[in-house]
């Protein structure tokens, strides 16, 4: 990044601080998404003339009230994000070292309204992690088998009534995983139907009683960058937000 550069970031930081304090209205995922795409344009690196590597790894950064407001959607907004980042760079031919990811995470020096993007490269993958979800608390899944129900031997203990002692089991390979009802008095449920046994898919949601266990598949954030591209981007009022967030091409 140039002299000018960092002049530039440091000019949007002090407006757009100054803007957020005034108008106090937070950060809304279109916002986010274009300031993804400036930070693959900004880092974007040429190679050769057949390649334009581009930072993959996106931390966004915004204050804990926006952070409590638009982690709310859950993992649709970080996988809508991924998205963006992928068609973004397909229209500019950038190519990556490993697949995108973006977090989005709280930062108590960030006022609302204003957001700030660390990008770096990073080569390889993403590690998937499995979790389930249930009341608002996340329980990363071990490979092997974890028991769901009321007992207090259960790796996830639910308080639901319906719920018998060890209710269901849910069986993660790295790869794959499948819910198995152990025989419970009541039944599990997915979308509505009973089952004995059923493979869940990121977002599945399987019903005990009135206690809802959503299946995740989220990224794994223990990756050492490779490289810095950029370090700060606000973005809280610029005038190149793209209206296309939810349908970009």
């Not at 002299?3 to 995922?29: H, I, K, M, W």
């Not at 973004?88 to 006022?111: K, M, N």
């Not at 028991?147 to 203990?157: H, Q």
């Not at 060890?166 to 449920?189: C, M, P, Q, V, Y």
Request: glycine share 10%; charged share 30%; proline share 2%.
């Amino acid at each position: 990044m140039g002299f000018l550069d960092s002049v530039e970031r440091s000019l949007e930081r002090a407006v757009n601080g100054a803007f957020a304090r005034t108008f106090r209205s937070g950060v809304q995922p279109v916002e986010i998404g274009a300031a993804l795409k400036r930070e693959l344009d900004i880092g974007a690196v040429v190679v050769d003339r057949d390649r334009v590597l581009a930072p993959n790894r996106f931390v966004v950064r915004i204050s804990p009230q926006d952070a409590d407001r638009l982690h709310k959607l859950g993992e649709t907004l970080e996988n809508e994000l991924r998205d963006i980042v992928r068609k973004h760079a397909a229209r500019q031919s950038y190519q990556f070292l490993g697949e995108p990811d973006v977090e989005i995470r709280a930062d108590d020096s960030l006022t609302g309204g204003v957001l700030q993007v660390d990008a770096t490269q990073v080569e390889g993958g993403v590690d998937w992690v499995a979790a389930i979800d249930v009341d608002g608390q996340r329980h990363e899944l071990s490979r092997g088998v974890t028991v769901v129900g009321r007992g207090s031997d259960c790796s996830i203990r639910i308080t639901d009534n319906a719920a018998s002692r060890k209710h269901l089991e849910i069986i993660w390979d790295g790869s794959n995983a499948l819910a198995r009802d152990l025989g419970s008095t009541n039944g599990s449920k997915i979308e509505g139907q009973r089952f004995r046994e059923a493979r869940l898919q990121s977002g599945s949601v399987i019903m005990i009683g009135q206690t809802a266990l959503r299946f995740q598949l989220v990224p794994g954030r223990a990756r050492a960058p490779r490289q810095n591209f950029s370090a700060e981007s606000s973005t809280r009022g610029s005038a190149d937000i793209d209206q296309d967030f939810w349908g970009a091409q």
